[in-house]
Structures are given as C-alpha cells and as structure tokens.
C-alpha cells in the first residue's frame, strides 16, 4: 500500500488566518486512490522548511509526499526551487501532463510551475494551491504514480 505524505504550503495557513482546503482535499483524494496518509503539515512558504518537512516525511516511509500550494508566479511561491534544491531526479512528463490537461479546463493553467521529483526514496507531487486544480492535476497522472514510487524506492548505491 502507497503510504503518503500531504503538505499544505502556505504563509496564511501555517498562521492560521484561514482553514487549510487544499490538504484536506488531497487526503480524501488519497484515500479513494486505496493508499494510506501517514504524514500531514502545513508549512509557510519557506525553502528551507519546505525541504525539512519533504525529508522528514520521506524519512518517514511516505513512498509518495504530496504538496499543495507556491506552484505560481507570485514572489512567495518557492515550491519548485524547495524540490529542486533536494531532488535527485526530476520528471518532467508529471508537469507537462498536468498543465496540458489543465489547460482545457483554465487558461491559467500555463502559469503552473507543477512538478514531480525523486526525493531521497519519495516521489514528490508539486501540486497547485486550489483544491480543486490540486485534485484534478493528481488525477491525470494516477496511472503512472504506482510505477514511479515503486522506482523512487530503489535508492541507488554507491560502488
């Protein structure tokens, strides 16, 4: 069973100026999907934190550390840098399908920084901050998630 990680990345929330959305709906989403949440947080959009919590919860056994929220262009949204700055590997085909397939539904969607990366021994899912565009993006690229986390367990070894 896929066990996973879900972290909510947002300056408002992690204050508690308002309810978190987007990781509540990434847990019911996850749940359907049959896999198991082990780890949830809520972080501020901060590198440094951003990268702690991703190891911690791969540390953790989350084969599959989903996040939510600082994909965009604002000057806050630093999620791609955070998963870019630990990755072992990148995948670029999660992203590219992800805005593709969003693309029919907002024009708006060109503006996504999603990605998806191996971490350590996790496949990491940047996903966007709106619920919604959070649990449509996870369900077009469902099918390869098994697959791809079956991979990132396979923690290369030094010769």
Partial sequence: ??????ITISDRASAGEYEDHGG???RTASEGYGWK??????VPDDLGKIQATIRAFSAQGC?????TGGT?????????EAVRGIMRVEIPGFGEAMRM????ITPNAILSRSLAAVVDSSLVIALPGKPTGAVECLGFVRGAIDHAVKLALQVPTSC
Avoid: F, K
Avoid at 37 to 42: D, M, P, S, T
Avoid at 72 to 80: H, K, L, M, S
């Fill in 1 to 6: 069973m896929t066990e996973v990680g879900i």
């Fill in 72 to 80: 965009g262009i604002a000057a806050r949204d630093v999620t791609p």
């Fill in 24 to 26: 509540p709906a990434l």
């Fill in 37 to 42: 949440v082990i780890a949830e947080a809520v």
């Fill in 63 to 67: 084969g599959l550390i989903l996040t």
């Fill in 101 to 104: 397939q969003s693309l029919a």
